[in-house]
């Protein structure tokens, strides 16, 4: 892994207070997280809720409106090259050069993150060949499935062995051997003393790959812990993840009306 | 579906692919992170940036109609010297050629968006019959170019009918600004379809990269076709009028047959008939044949954008490979080579990459005609030339488009990509000081001084290319999307930076009348703007 991580003792990702407002929008309300080395951190939370936002600070894309934020102790507002060496990124819809091959692309981000060229071609070839993109890999990116553009950004985040791994969605459109493989990788990649920020809608992926869980609602950290702690927290002992998150977000009754106000709207004449 | 309805229905995925157009080359809100405050993209309302794109690409859109109109009209001022036959056939013949180019360019700007089909992704979707959704698709391709296609025609057979009280003569203009409306539009369309084609089949082979070569060479001599009409007319005239006295020779021959000359030729020999009728006879045969071709041409571009939704799948020739080894660069180096590979594969910029060969070109026809190779033709030489160069800076900003979001999650100082783009257009100016150097072994020079010039321009094309880059983020950091004209604003500020070692030249030598001493004032103040310019790139 590049960069030297610090000791196991010392958090990876620490976040203090944030807040960040978009004009009349106030998007994270006194945010407080903190990931461990060897952690797979589960963001999940309903739509709006600030997911997106707390990550996107993190990688310094974002500036804060207050609060903190530390990534292996530097601040990405202050050290934005220092931060984004050290970590691995896949945005929730990747945006990446169009025109270009994946060849090309990955040659980019390997020339911009300076890594030598038998370890880029190392890993580039392995990942690659594991996520089967034989066919793809010299056709324009503009013409991939969304699938495999997330393959491209996928290899592009790991291409340089980052400490720390911020995945947005990181499964969206993957087919099942390659959501398998990203899995796989990321329980590795926490094995080997990485720190992963994993945020998705699919229940049952964090419930087996997060080793913690933070339920994110109005821009705030409500619940964290296991999968078992934030049952305790619902009293609730064989509640599923999905269970669990609308009663702390108190959705159960919003859903309860909605199905019953559209079963209407839709069905009845 | 009644046409009308079609027409209003077309408006929402005209607005789709001006949107995408505009957001793809003037990316910019993107590139705030390298501005001089940060900036957050979501800090801007969806719903405002999306109107105020909008707002953009009408006001771009009616500065080059307006633009156009204006350039259409300027040929007919020939009309006030010399001969009146001759000027009517100079003045209709340029008028069209400079609204051709301009149509052509415009539209490729837009077209791009419009042939990857992306436009009628939604449409498709809907329960429209094959018929409402040809006549939906056509006509919002027809709103791509509305303005300045309709502003031309009838500007030019307003300014027919006053110069000439002809109502022959007028509606002869309407039907040949017509045409010229749908060869530039088809050529146009044409280009767009190639280059999608030669993306979208993508690979590493040395056909589809000679190919592309091929089609920069192309489109920029299109380009260099509109410049050197705008600014030769004096050459073109007398050949016109050698072609209006007899079909003596070989090139005028060809004048009579080549259009927009013919078109000329005929015209104004229906007003002013006295050219000899060999002259006319073939200039009105060869306008026929245009008028059927046009024809032709309308039916292809017609069928081409009805058909345009079954185009969104081109084939895309898939290359199995096991080869998956990439090429590392230093992150300087790497940045040039993704800007160069993403500008020329958009026909938006790609015709930048002609520069070069413009330049020469240009540089060659400036200093060509002299037989001592003066030092104030050589100014006049090295400061076209950098005018050109200072063009790529703001191409390869806007290329970046959204994927520059991607950027910013990558280690890359705003200076590594400052240096890089600089970099870039410093190479587009290497011809400029080659050439003037190979004339210099050719020609006498009034001072051997002349020769160093262009190599200190080069270096002042560095230090403006740096701080043309620089205002642009400055301007980026607000996060708005800018009009067109605001490129232009950038672009003045880079040449006057270019031009500074010049005046200093110019005003040392009216001062000492010493080359030598002018040259020196000349070198200083490069070498000062040179560590401005550092100093600027080490702040960024």
Not at chain 1, 229 to 237: F, Y
Not at chain 2, 73 to 97: D, H, N, Q
Not at chain 2, 153 to 172: F, H, K, Y
């Amino acid at each position: 892994m590049s960069g030297t991580p610090p000791p196991p003792s010392r958090p990876l990702i620490e976040i203090s207070g944030l807040s960040k407002q978009f004009g009349s929008v106030q998007a994270l309300t006194g945010l407080d997280l903190r990931v461990m080395p060897g952690e797979i951190y589960g963001l999940l939370g309903p739509n709006g809720a600030g997911k997106t936002t707390t990550i996107r600070i993190i990688t310094g894309l974002v500036e804060p409106t207050s609060g903190w934020v530390k990534v292996v102790d530097f601040d990405p507002v202050k050290c934005p090259i220092e931060v984004k060496s050290r970590i691995g990124y896949v945005a929730e819809n990747p945006i990446l050069y169009e025109s270009l091959s994946p060849r090309d692309f990955l040659e980019f981000v390997a020339s911009m993150r300076k890594i030598d060229k038998a370890s880029a071609n190392r890993r580039v070839t392995q990942l690659a060949s594991a996520f089967d993109m034989s066919q793809y890999f010299d056709s324009p990116i503009a013409t991939l499935s969304m699938g495999m553009k997330q393959k491209v950004a996928l290899i592009a985040a790991l291409v340089h062995q980052p400490p720390i791994l911020l995945l947005d969605e990181p499964l969206n459109g993957l087919d099942a051997k390659s959501s398998r493989i990203v899995k796989d990788l990321v329980s590795l990649h926490a094995d080997r003393g990485g720190a992963v920020l994993f945020s998705t809608h699919i229940m049952e992926v964090a419930e087996h790959i997060c080793t913690r869980i933070g339920i994110i609602h109005k821009g705030k950290v409500i619940a964290e812990g296991t999968l078992d702690q934030l049952r305790k927290k619902t009293g609730g002992k064989s509640k599923t993840l999905e269970e669990v998150l609308l009663e702390l977000t108190n959705e159960e009754a919003q859903v309860a009306d909605a199905t019953r106000m559209l079963g209407e709207a839709i069905f009845n004449k | 579906m009644k046409l009308i309805d079609a027409w209003h229905l077309s408006r929402t995925p005209y607005r789709e692919v001006v949107y995408r157009s505009l957001a793809e080359e003037k990316g910019r809100m993107w590139w705030g992170a390298f501005g001089k405050s940060h900036f957050d993209r979501e800090r801007q309302n969806d719903f405002e940036l999306t109107k105020r794109v909008l707002r953009i690409a009408k006001f771009d859109k009616l500065i080059v109609a307006a633009f156009c109109v204006m350039s259409s009209a300027m040929p007919f001022t020939s009309l006030f010297s010399g001969s009146r036959v001759l000027g009517l056939a100079s003045s209709i013949s340029l008028s069209l050629a400079v609204t051709f180019g301009f149509t052509a360019l415009y539209a490729i700007q837009t077209l791009s968006s419009f042939v990857s089909a992306e436009s009628s992704a939604l449409l498709s979707t809907l329960p429209l019959s094959k018929d409402d959704f040809s006549k939906i698709t056509l006509f919002s391709f027809i709103r791509s170019v509305d303005y300045m296609v309709v502003g031309a025609i009838v500007s030019q057979a307003i300014l027919v009918a006053t110069l000439t009280t002809s109502p022959v003569a007028t509606l002869l203009m309407l039907v040949a600004s017509t045409m010229n409306a749908v060869f530039a539009v088809t050529v146009a369309l044409w280009f767009s379809r190639l280059f999608h084609r030669n993306l979208m089949r993508g690979g590493r082979s040395k056909s589809g990269t000679i190919l592309r070569l091929v089609f920069i060479v192309m489109w920029g001599s299109l380009l260099l076709g509109v410049g050197l009409l705008l600014s030769i007319p004096w050459y073109i005239v007398p050949h016109l009028e050698m072609a209006l006295l007899g079909v003596d020779q070989l090139s005028n021959l060809l004048f009579l047959i080549i259009y927009p000359f013919s078109a000329g030729t005929a015209l104004a020999n229906l007003v002013y008939p006295n050219a000899a009728s060999s002259a006319v006879l073939i200039a009105s045969g060869a306008m026929i044949g245009y008028f059927m071709l046009a024809g032709a041409a309308a039916k292809w571009s017609i069928e081409t954008v009805k058909h345009v939704s079954k185009e969104a799948g081109v084939k895309i020739a898939r290359m199995q490979t096991q080869d998956f080894s990439i090429k590392t660069r230093s992150p300087v180096l790497g940045y040039v080579i993704k800007d160069l590979r993403i500008s020329s594969r958009n026909p938006a910029t790609a015709f930048f990459f002609a520069l070069p060969v413009l330049e020469t070109l240009i540089v060659s026809l400036l200093v060509a005609n002299y037989q001592t190779l003066k030092v104030s033709a050589v100014l006049v030489a090295t400061v076209t030339g950098g005018i050109l160069s200072l063009l790529m800076p703001l191409a390869l900003l806007n290329a970046e488009g959204t994927g520059l979001e991607y950027t910013k999650t990558l280690p890359v100082n705003a200076h590594r990509i400052m240096t890089s783009k600089a970099l870039i257009t410093t190479a587009t100016y290497v011809p400029v000081p080659l050439t003037i150097l190979g004339m210099s072994f050719m020609k006498q020079l009034t001072s051997p001084m002349a020769a160093m010039i262009p190599f200190l321009t080069m270096l002042a094309i560095a230090s403006a290319s740096v701080f043309e880059i620089k205002l642009f983020l400055n301007s980026a950091a607000i996060g708005r999307i800018a009009a067109v004209t605001q490129d232009v604003e950038k672009l003045v500020a880079g040449v006057l930076i270019a031009l500074i070692p010049e005046i200093a030249y110019v005003a040392s030598y009216l001062i000492s009348y010493n080359h030598v001493a002018a040259i020196l004032a000349m070198g200083g103040t490069v070498v000062v703007e040179l560590a401005l310019a550092l100093y600027v790139l080490r702040g960024s």
